[in-house]
């Protein structure tokens, strides 16, 4: 762990271009409320986020320390989410061990670069502690969780995700019957937030600016604009290197194994069966590449010239099939409404993408929340 934080610390560095001297220079001739008013105007509503990027980019001591801390905290949080119980540092460990099958362009734009760390890595971590902080259940712990979270919303598609789990939560307590007091205590500033974030000026201007990555898009449908979020997601997971697909496949495969649970054995032997094929597929593909089901190149990525052909529709039915039954599984393992959660709340903030003419502009870190929804599910699959 210690030359693993070692090399990020070393490894980051300011680029000498596009956000990162945008940022590291926006204050020079302006002051840091006349900035954000102008952002939130005019561009985005991620004033919280873009505030603290402001006034700490240009001290590098803080970035190349919270980048390690923020990485280690998000392992320690999604593993005390998913596994409550058990050795605390073995349990992070392993999600960072998970965290490093993410597609290292994922990772990097999410967490490496400077820009991405401010509006991926650090609101993720702050949600996660949120999220802890929260099943604590106590008064205290959900007001500074609600204060972690009306920051980390500012992040869309964490707003968004939000919205999925206050959803979640809400079900969960009307199926339980439990005292929605607390709920209310940790969801009423993070929602007022999402509202004044989502709502800025600036996000409708930010889209009339990229409708000019796909000038088609205006006569596109909601059917069309849902379509190509779903492609996008199923582009990544079935990138030929997407080696968290194949580390998902081997978890489910080893948990079944080691269950001892004597319900639905033959449906999970099943399941096993069908994830410990995919994960023969994924290295197979790595000798020879079996294009027909996973995307090794651009060329052979699902974009909206080739929507009429069998690739299309084999590797759509594909990605599907393999969140239908990793849904299955969770059902099989006691955790429907968890497991139910991480994958369509992971398809969520991908699928929005869509909604945005940016979304064949888009960079991986997009991929970066949904990827630590998949862990979080894997590593409950270890839960007893």
Same mark, same amino acid.
């Given at each position: 762990?210690?030359?693993?934080?070692?090399?990020?610390?070393?490894?980051?560095?300011?680029?000498?271009?596009?956000?990162?001297?945008?940022? @590291?220079?926006?204050?020079?001739?302006?002051?840091?409320?006349?900035?954000?008013? &102008?952002?939130?105007?005019?561009?985005?509503?991620?004033?919280?986020?873009?505030?603290?990027?402001?006034?700490?980019?240009?001290?590098? @001591?803080?970035?190349? +320390?919270?980048?390690?801390?923020?990485?280690?905290?998000?392992?320690?949080?999604?593993?005390?989410?998913?596994?409550?119980?058990? =050795?605390?540092?073995?349990?992070?460990?392993?999600?960072?061990?998970?965290? +490093?099958?993410?597609?290292?362009?994922?990772?990097?734009?999410?967490? #490496?670069?400077?820009?991405?760390?401010?509006?991926?890595?650090?609101?993720?971590?702050?949600?996660?502690?949120?999220?802890?902080?929260?099943?604590?259940?106590?008064?205290? +712990?959900?007001?500074?969780?609600?204060?972690?979270?009306?920051?980390?919303?500012?992040?869309?598609?964490?707003?968004?995700?939000?919205?999925?789990?206050?959803?979640?939560?809400?079900?969960?307590?009307?199926?339980?019957?439990?005292?929605?007091?607390?709920?209310?205590?940790?969801?009423?500033?993070?929602?007022?937030?999402?509202?004044?974030?989502?709502?800025?000026?600036?996000?409708?201007?930010?889209?009339?600016?990229?409708?000019?990555? #796909?000038?088609?898009?205006?006569?596109?449908? @909601? @059917? &069309?604009?849902?379509?190509?979020?779903?492609?996008?997601?199923?582009?990544?997971?079935?990138?030929?290197? =997407?080696?968290? /697909?194949?580390?998902?496949?081997?978890?489910?495969?080893?948990?079944? /194994?080691?269950?001892?649970?004597?319900?639905?054995?033959?449906?999970?032997?099943?399941?096993?069966?069908?994830?410990?094929?995919?994960?023969?597929?994924?290295?197979?593909?790595?000798?020879?590449?079996?294009?027909?089901?996973?995307?090794?190149? &651009?060329? =052979?990525?699902?974009?909206?010239?080739?929507?009429? *052909?069998?690739?299309?529709?084999?590797?759509?039915?594909?990605?599907?099939?393999?969140?239908?039954?990793?849904?299955?599984?969770?059902?099989?393992?006691?955790?429907?409404?968890?497991?139910?959660?991480?994958?369509?709340?992971?398809?969520?903030?991908?699928?929005?993408? *869509? /909604?945005?003419?940016?979304?064949?502009?888009?960079?991986?870190?997009?991929?970066?929340?949904? &990827?630590?929804?998949?862990?979080?599910?894997? #590593?409950? +699959?270890?839960?007893?």
């Amino acid at each position: 762990m210690a030359v693993f934080f070692l090399r990020l610390f070393t490894s980051v560095n300011l680029l000498p271009t596009d956000d990162d001297q945008y940022f @590291l220079h926006a204050l020079d001739q302006t002051s840091l409320a006349a900035f954000l008013h &102008d952002r939130y105007m005019t561009w985005s509503g991620r004033s919280p986020i873009e505030a603290i990027m402001v006034l700490t980019i240009g001290m590098s @001591l803080f970035w190349k +320390c919270m980048i390690p801390v923020s990485a280690l905290v998000t392992a320690w949080a999604v593993g005390r989410i998913a596994l409550p119980k058990g =050795n605390r540092w073995m349990i992070t460990i392993c999600t960072l061990l998970a965290i +490093c099958t993410i597609n290292k362009n994922v990772f990097h734009d999410a967490a #490496l670069w400077i820009a991405g760390f401010y509006n991926y890595l650090l609101p993720i971590s702050a949600a996660v502690i949120s999220i802890v902080l929260y099943y604590k259940r106590k008064k205290s +712990c959900s007001i500074a969780a609600s204060i972690l979270m009306a920051y980390s919303v500012s992040n869309e598609q964490i707003a968004v995700l939000f919205f999925v789990f206050f959803g979640y939560e809400i079900l969960n307590a009307i199926i339980k019957k439990t005292n929605i007091r607390h709920h209310l205590i940790f969801f009423t500033l993070p929602i007022a937030s999402s509202i004044v974030w989502l709502s800025s000026p600036g996000n409708a201007s930010r889209f009339e600016v990229e409708k000019n990555f #796909l000038l088609e898009f205006t006569d596109f449908s @909601l @059917l &069309d604009k849902v379509s190509h979020g779903f492609a996008t997601y199923a582009n990544h997971t079935l990138a030929g290197n =997407n080696y968290l /697909l194949f580390f998902s496949c081997v978890a489910i495969v080893a948990s079944s /194994l080691i269950n001892r649970n004597v319900n639905f054995i033959s449906e999970r032997r099943y399941v096993s069966f069908f994830f410990a094929f995919m994960a023969i597929f994924f290295v197979a593909n790595k000798i020879y590449p079996l294009n027909f089901i996973f995307n090794n190149t &651009d060329f =052979n990525a699902l974009t909206v010239d080739k929507i009429g *052909g069998i690739s299309t529709y084999v590797k759509y039915l594909i990605s599907m099939v393999i969140a239908v039954t990793i849904i299955y599984y969770s059902f099989l393992s006691g955790f429907f409404r968890y497991g139910l959660f991480c994958i369509i709340g992971g398809m969520t903030v991908v699928v929005m993408v *869509g /909604l945005s003419p940016a979304i064949y502009a888009e960079r991986p870190r997009v991929f970066f929340i949904s &990827d630590l929804l998949l862990i979080a599910l894997c #590593l409950r +699959c270890f839960r007893r």
